[in-house]
């Protein structure tokens, strides 16, 4: 292997900005994930591929900060995540999307949208700017227009989704992490979400991707890594991708 002497017009190695390394996370005698390392590089979107059980989940629960990990360190822009701690990873600029629609239904959009913003003694914005903040990231993921004083749950489903990706993307994260997000979505609501990552992606941010469709994860990745029975089986770059490669690293029985 010839390396690279490193000229002056050769573009920099893109940052590391989020790092994990030998994470192992059991059950019980279940083991959910076994020595998985990888690294996310800004300015990509790196795809979480696997099936069912493969330990994707608990994978964006030890992300988020919801569950520790038995072994294994977690590192974003260099600094360890430590102890589980939601709190902590978004204080490290984690922000998750989970499967699930959490959502708090009693309350406005505006105030969903800026959830985890503001502190128990004051705002972190204020008066008309806050609606316009809600309003702005709410303005990317659907043409249908939303009341920022409206109760969340008088929004139907898909609506109440977008809110929880408005208020990831409202706080400009380091690393995104979405999880199934586009399952709710038709195309159009899809593809304005898949537009709103794309321009974070080209200013810096990272994204993990989370699909069970084969589609979408050729259409945004920029790597993918494939779990398999929660160990780490292949990372693939852009241009190592096919389904049928794909298909093969989830389950080689499959395409026999």
Known sequence: MQLSAGGADEA??????????????????????????????????????????SGKSTLVKILSGVLPANQGTVRVGGALLGVASPARARRLGIATVFQEVLVA??????????????????????????????????????????????????????????????????????????????????IEERDLLFAAVRRRVSAGMAVIFISHRMDEVLSLSDEVTVLRSGRVVATLAKDELGERRLLALLNPEAVR
């Not at 190695?13 to 020595?35: C, K």
């Open 12 to 53: 920099p190695a893109p940052e590391v900005r989020l790092h994990l390394e030998g994470i192992r996370r059991t059950f019980g005698e279940t083991v959910a994930l076994d020595d998985v390392s990888l690294r996310v590089r800004a300015g990509s979107v790196h795809t979480i591929l696997g099936e069912n059980g």
């Open 105 to 186: 239904p009693n309350r406005s959009v505006t105030e969903n949208v800026l959830l985890g913003q503001d502190s128990w003694h004051r705002w972190h914005r204020r008066g008309r700017e806050r609606a316009a903040v809600a309003l702005a990231a709410l303005g990317e993921l659907s043409q249908r227009p939303f009341d920022p004083r409206a109760e969340v749950g008088e929004l139907d489903l898909v609506q109440q989704h977008q809110v929880a990706i408005a208020r990831a993307l409202a706080v400009e994260p380091q690393v995104l992490v979405l999880d199934e997000s586009t399952a709710a979505l038709d």
